[in-house]
């Protein structure tokens, strides 16, 4: 089989730190990259891991990732995976590659009883829009994204008793 979906490990740190930079030249973020390599081997592979990446592999060269972390529903009761970035190199795109990490993202959910998979895509990505919809993906126009960062975050932060 030439698809191959596992668990990154501490050796994995630099391809997926390369696979973020490209991910942020696709979407035209490449100027918000604040991350080094060393920061994203802690949060994946630190004592107390927050983040988890898995790889895809087509005849053993790493073709795309999916980095995510647990949230959870106050509705629903139940944790959830927030898919934070999911990318496919363009050398190996159309091969199935997205549906698969997508599908075993599910079926991780699915074995731990959890609640949904969830994610955010931008507005002018229309290949992304159309794949998520084929499989069943329903876009939630009705909530928008909120963000506090930088200076914003620390005179909220000022806020606080």
């Excluded at 959870?72 to 009761?77: E, L, N, R, V, Y």
Aim: net charge negative; hydrophobic share 50%; charged share 20%.
């Amino acid at each position: 089989m030439p698809l191959v979906i596992r668990r990154a490990g501490p050796d994995d740190a630099e391809v997926v730190f390369s696979l973020i930079k490209e991910l942020a030249d696709y979407e035209k973020l490449s100027h918000e990259v604040e991350a080094t390599e060393a920061e994203i081997a802690a949060a994946l592979f630190g004592e107390n891991p927050r983040l988890f990446c898995d790889l895809a592999e087509w005849n053993g060269e790493v073709a795309g990732f999916a980095a995510w972390f647990v949230n959870f529903s106050t509705f629903a009761g139940r944790h959830g995976i927030y898919l934070e970035d999911l990318y496919v190199r363009p050398a190996f795109r159309r091969n199935g590659i997205g549906q698969a990490l997508l599908g075993y993202l599910a079926q991780q959910c699915i074995a731990r009883g959890w609640a949904r998979l969830q994610w955010s895509v931008l507005d002018w990505n229309a290949p992304s829009i159309a794949f998520y919809k084929s499989f069943g993906a329903v876009l939630m126009d009705e909530w928008t994204l909120c963000k506090v960062t930088g200076p914003a975050l620390s005179k909220l932060a000022e806020q606080a008793p």
